[in-house]
């Protein structure tokens, strides 16, 4: 029985199943064996879609580009609990920037990375010190102390822009987690709209 002649388009069905990439890797005598070359699709068809799979599993590594779903799974890589309302934007992004922020952890830098990913806004962390503190830009109850005040503590001010959508109670959460644990924080918001500041 001759299998290199049968045809590839079935007589009276119109159609026709091109014969299998496979072929190429065998030898040349069955180059022309269109029953070998259908018989193959079988199993290209199936190996194809995992093959793609593979040829991107990059993609899959790298937390700006993975699905949503596999965001959770990429966090458990190095030790982060995912917040799921935060925005799935910066979530990638915290994912992203999680390796230098553990070694940044406990200093201005740190804290003032992990606010601006979540916030979107860059915020400002004036630090305090015991006693009477002047400078050029000095404010009573911000950056200026008189008397005898505590070291140890530090002011967040955060700028609410227009249309800002960010959760106050998890800006103190990130702050209580972030800051160094002997310290004291006040946070200042700044709502630049409306051009008042409140203390929260």
């Not at 006693?131 to 609410?160: I, P």
């Not at 103190?172 to 700044?190: G, N, Q, R």
Request: charged share 20%; aromatic share 8%.
């Amino acid at each position: 029985m001759t299998t290199g002649t049968l045809p590839q388009q079935e007589q009276g069905t119109g159609v026709y199943d091109p014969p299998s990439s496979y072929l190429k890797h065998l030898p040349a005598i069955y180059s022309e064996d269109h029953f070998l070359g259908r018989f193959l699709n079988i199993f290209e068809n199936v190996m194809t879609p995992i093959e793609q799979t593979i040829d991107q599993v990059d993609l899959y590594l790298d937390p700006r580009m993975t699905p949503e779903g596999l965001l959770p799974w990429l966090a458990s890589w190095i030790s982060l609990v995912l917040d799921e309302e935060w925005p799935v934007d910066k979530r990638r992004q915290l994912i992203t920037a999680a390796v230098q922020l553990y070694r940044l952890r406990g200093t201005r830098r740190g804290l003032l990375e992990y606010l601006r990913i979540y916030t979107g806004a860059q915020p400002t962390i004036t630090e305090h010190y015991g006693g009477m503190r002047l400078d050029g830009a000095g404010q009573l109850g911000l950056n200026t102390v008189l008397g005898q005040g505590s070291g140890h503590c530090f002011t967040v001010t955060l700028e609410l822009q227009p249309h800002s959508a960010f959760d106050l109670r998890k800006v103190k959460t990130i702050i209580e987690a972030e800051k160094p644990a002997h310290t004291a924080y006040d946070l200042l918001v700044v709502n630049m709209e409306k051009g008042d500041a409140a203390s929260e």
